[in-house]
C-alpha cells in the first residue's frame, strides 16, 4: 500500500521560510517521480513543482512561475522522502500543498495533476502580509 505522510508547514510572516516533507513508503520512491501541488482558497489544485527519479540529468525539476527563485524541491532517495523549501514567501502562496507521486515514472518530468497517482493528505501553509 502506498502512503506519503506530509510535514511540515504552519503559519509564517511574508518574506519568511518554510519547509514541507513528504515521506513515500510502500513505493519503489528511487525510480519514482515526484512532485507538490498547491490548492489556494477558492482555485482548484494546480502545480508547484516536481523531480524527475532520473537524478542528474538535465530538466530533472521544474517549477510553476509563480515559485521559480523562491521555491526549492529536493530528494533523499535513501530516506524516501521528498522536500520543498519555500523561501521568501508571499501572501499570495498560502494555501493547501500536497505531494505526489507518479509511479512508475514516466520519461518526462511530470507537471501535470493527472500524471500522478498518489497524494499525500495535505499540508495547509498560511502567509500573513
Known amino acids: 500500500q502506498v502512503q506519503l505522510v506530509q510535514s511540515g508547514g504552519g503559519l509564517v510572516q511574508a518574506g519568511g521560510s518554510l519547509r514541507l516533507s513528504c515521506a513515500a513508503s510502500?513505493?519503489?520512491?528511487?525510480?519514482?517521480?515526484m512532485g507538490w501541488f498547491r490548492q489556494a482558497p477558492g482555485m482548484e489544485r494546480e502545480f508547484v513543482a516536481a523531480?524527475?527519479?532520473?537524478?542528474?540529468?538535465?530538466?530533472?525539476?521544474g517549477y510553476a512561475e509563480f515559485v521559480k527563485g523562491r521555491f526549492t524541491i529536493s530528494r533523499d532517495n535513501a530516506k524516501n522522502t521528498v522536500n520543498l523549501q519555500m523561501n521568501s514567501l508571499k501572501p499570495e502562496h498560502t494555501g493547501i500543498y500536497y505531494c505526489?507521486?507518479?509511479?512508475?515514472?514516466?520519461?518526462?518530468?511530470?507537471?501535470?495533476?493527472?500524471?500522478?497517482?498518489?497524494w499525500g493528505q495535505g499540508t495547509q501553509v498560511t502567509v500573513s502580509s
Open positions: 505526489a507521486a507518479e509511479f512508475p515514472a514516466g520519461r518526462r518530468l511530470a507537471l501535470r495533476e493527472s500524471d500522478y497517482n498518489y
Open positions: 523531480i524527475s527519479w532520473r537524478l542528474g540529468t538535465l530538466g530533472n525539476t
Open positions: 510502500g513505493v519503489a520512491f528511487s525510480v519514482t517521480g
